[in-house]
């Protein structure tokens, strides 16, 4: 790969990470966020749907949040992840349905679900990889680790790949740039890595 197409990919990844680019910061993303949890995370999803053929309410849980939190807009976060809690991820159905509780306009809901790196917008693997893309890592060539994932396991960031063991994701500064570059994988910080390290660690989670 070229000095320039590789220069061209970190800054799309940099991008990505701060959300100066990001396409799913626009209201029509929304609805293709939804359909996508079909393809992929169809297990998370079907939790809403068999509730409904139970014929309860797949929101006991985010109701309960609701009512624990009276209705504050001030709980908006804690309510979001409950719900998060409950689904794996937070649909447009459900963010709907938060928004009109709390009388929020959804793009308010959806712009902090979508700022926030812990909430994940749609379905996810069993095991998650967050690569930080802040100023620091980026300078590290966080983007190298980025593109070896994409190229090893055959997934965009962003996404997860087709057999639902892994998701990459690009997210904002964690924080903690004397670490890096910075990737947490599964909920374990990872410091220091290099594409070849952070390429074991995936395969031996994905390989268990």
Known sequence: MSAG???SRNVEYLKQGTGATDAKGTGAALKREAEG???VGARQGAKEAAAREGGESPYTQVDRALTR???????????????????GFLSEDTMTYIARALKLPLSWVYGVASF??????????????????GTACFVKRAGDIVETLEREFHVKAGETTADGKLSVNI??????CGLAPMVVLDGKVHARQTPETMLRNCKEAVEG
């Open 5 to 7: 197409n590789g220069q």
């Open 37 to 39: 949890r079909a393809r």
């Open 69 to 87: 939190c009276q209705f504050s807009q001030d709980a908006l976060i804690e309510i979001l992840h409950a719900a998060q809690e409950t689904f």
């Open 116 to 133: 926030y790196h812990h909430f994940n917008l749609k379905p996810q693997g069993e095991h998650i990889c967050n690569i930080c893309m």
């Open 171 to 176: 997210v904002r500064c964690l924080g903690n």
